[in-house]
């Protein structure tokens, strides 16, 4: 192979014969990433005066949660509604269909499988 020819090592590329990275470079290229990571944290971290800032974000952060419990007692007690206003159907429901296969109305055999399932349904939104 000549001093500019490709060769393979381990799986990587080199430059046979060609110089190795200088130290300064590979150097450069760490403290580059490092930056690049700290430049986030700094962000965050600006502005925290002693005593003053963390108290401001633990304030607010107790009013989110406030607002978010309140949230879900809302949606808890939407979902408890819901549940009951569909028992109260399915149970609507096979009245319907029990009337209907007490008068002997189209399938009755039908008509009392139905009313059972919509029984069981108004039993299962009621637990």
Known sequence: MSAGSLAMCGGHTARVGSEPESGGSRREQV?????AVRAPIDELHQGDAPGKAPRA?????????AASEAAAERAIAASIRAFRRAAEAHERAAITHERAAATGSGDTDEHERQAAIHRL?????KQ
Not at 31 to 35: G, V, W
Not at 59 to 65: E, G, K, L, S
Not at 121 to 125: D, I, Q, R, T
């Open 31 to 35: 403290r580059q990433r490092i930056a």
């Open 121 to 125: 349904a108004a039993a299962a939104s």
């Open 57 to 65: 974000r633990f304030a607010a952060a107790q009013r989110h949660m």
